[in-house]
């Protein structure tokens, strides 16, 4: 039978280093893939060859571009257009009820 007096040591569960043992290093987050012998294999896409795209040829335009013409010289002004003539509008009676037939003083009803 065990003695009562004596102070019960608890002991380290798996997770708790044995206090004894110097402390294992913490495993790596992630392992580290084993480096291959020899070089990855290309895959087996064939490398697609360099297109010239249309419209923009190597060689440059045998025509040299046109200098822009400065901002500051004012461009000569077209004539203005020739202004419409006057045209009064002609006041026409509009079809529908005349005014004289519904007079403002009477009442609804």
């Known amino acids: 039978m065990p003695d009562p007096n ?6 380290p569960g798996p997770d708790v280093p044995d206090p ?3 402390p294992k290093p913490a495993p790596p987050v992630h392992d580290p893939k084993p480096q ?7 895959p087996d896409i064939p490398p ?7 419209g923009n040829p190597d060689v440059p335009n ?11 010289d004012p461009q000569p002004q077209p004539d203005p257009p020739p ?10 009676e509009l079809p529908g009820n005349s ?3 519904f007079p403002i003083t009477e009442p609804r009803g």
């Open 6 to 11: 004596r102070p019960v040591l608890a002991t």
């Open 20 to 22: 004894g043992q110097p």
């Open 36 to 42: 291959p012998d020899q070089p990855p294999r290309p």
């Open 48 to 54: 697609i060859p360099p297109q010239e795209l249309p």
């Open 62 to 72: 045998p025509v040299p571009p046109q200098p822009m013409p400065p901002i500051h």
């Open 83 to 92: 202004s419409p003539p006057d045209i009064q509008p002609v006041p026409q």
């Open 99 to 101: 005014p004289q037939e």
